[in-house]
């Protein structure tokens, strides 16, 4: 059997054992120090726009923490798109909220602007006003800001932004992970850049951050003893984990060239292939990462499905993955109001994820377009 490849895999750039090693020379094996203060400064700089980065444990971590400060509770709704992974809704769930799912629009696969009002308008003429939105920039598209912001802006909800996938993305022209009251970061094994674990929070004020981190050392009051007003957590970033994103961060920049390329050639193969649409920039206003890049084939020209064709990926060894299924789809989230048609639905039923890590190597790119070749679509 040839080697595996994989969807997307852990790319280290070189600098990272050095900060780890460093944090061992200084004994900072602890969820604070040197590495942990510098990645939040390369964050920072990365996104500009005056933002203040927390690192935290994970995305998932992020997400509750943001939606803790934006005072959501028990009996409370939060809209979030429903076609994305689970951590993006399953935080509603942790503080005894619901989530409000809202369809996605066809072109760019993110939040429909349409529904999302129609969803706000609902809720609010039967229901409760919902305390945030939740967008998501899938696969690292970014979603349609203008539109989005402008609806929230209207009805005065706070968005938070999960940009778990979507890190050196831009929308014309603004970094992803900079539009929300609060945004998310990933650093998972599989995202664009790795911590191998690990996450943050990204806020609009400096208060905001010293909470964040506050919330993720346990909540202590300032006292010699151990004392707590509130509830707290243990979310806060590792400093050898620390260490590798700041390895990480210094070729942030290359891991995007290097997924756009595998994106074109990707663009290159399909153009010649009519039962295949790739999941590409509606126009220059959106600048994708291209974390993941996806296809969806097109049940009127081939009778083939998205499993026919993972299924001959995998016979090389060769790793895809069909789309996220929409979380109202999900049995977790049955009992959750959904907004929309079933253009997430579609997307579910006829796309795939294919092999898009930045350490695709030019033999596996021949071994993959060899499968699609030999593919009869
Ligand atoms: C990965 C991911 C998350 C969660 O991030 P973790 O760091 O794995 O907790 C949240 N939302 C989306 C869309 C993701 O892809």
Redesign the pocket.
């Known amino acids: 059997m040839e080697s595996k490849i994989w969807l997307s895999s852990p790319h280290m750039g070189g600098g990272e054992m050095r900060y780890i090693q460093e944090a061992f020379d200084h004994n900072w094996v602890a969820p604070l120090g040197k590495n942990v203060d510098e990645f939040e400064i390369a964050i920072e700089d990365f996104l500009q726009e005056n933002k203040f980065a927390a690192a935290l444990s994970?995305?998932?971590?992020?997400?509750h923490l943001a939606l803790i400060q934006l005072g959501v509770g028990y009996g409370d709704e939060v809209i979030c798109q429903s076609f994305?992974?689970s951590?993006?809704a399953n935080p509603i769930k942790y503080l005894g909220a619901t989530p409000v799912f809202v369809d996605s629009d066809k072109t760019n696969w993110n939040m429909s602007p349409e529904f999302l009002e129609i969803a706000i308008q609902d809720r609010i003429q039967n229901h409760k006003k919902p305390k945030a939105v939740i967008v998501?920039h899938?696969y690292g598209m970014p979603a349609m800001m203008d539109e989005i912001l402008e609806i929230c802006t209207k009805y005065e909800i706070p968005l938070i932004e999960?940009s778990?996938?979507s890190i050196g993305s831009t929308y014309k022209g603004q970094k992803c992970g900079t539009f929300g009251a609060f945004s998310?970061l990933?650093?998972?094994g599989?995202?664009i850049i790795t911590t191998s674990?690990?996450?943050a929070l990204i806020c609009g004020t400096w208060e905001q951050k010293a909470k964040t981190i506050f919330l993720s050392t346990q909540a202590r009051d300032q006292a010699p003893h151990y004392q707590h007003s509130e509830v707290g957590y243990n979310y806060r970033l590792s400093n050898i984990s620390a260490g590798i994103g700041r390895g990480q961060m210094e070729v942030l920049e290359e891991r995007v060239k290097l997924r756009r390329a595998n994106h074109d050639f990707y663009k290159e193969i399909f153009a010649n292939i009519e039962a295949v649409n790739i999941f590409t920039e509606a126009s220059s206003d959106f600048f994708s990462n291209h974390w993941l890049t996806s296809i969806t084939l097109d049940k009127n020209i081939t009778a083939k499905t998205n499993h026919d064709l993972m299924a001959s990926f995998a016979e090389k060894n060769i790793e895809t993955r069909p789309l996220w299924k929409p979380m109202h789809l999900q049995p977790v989230f049955k009992d959750c109001p959904y907004y929309g048609e079933n253009v997430a639905e579609e997307l579910f039923d006829q796309g795939l994820c294919l092999p898009s890590g930045s350490n695709l190597k030019d033999e596996d790119k021949k071994r993959i377009l060899d499968v699609i070749i030999n593919f009869q679509f």
């Open positions: 994970s995305g998932t971590a992020a997400l994305t992974f951590a993006s998501v899938l999960d778990a996938e998310v990933s650093f998972n599989n995202k674990g690990g996450g």
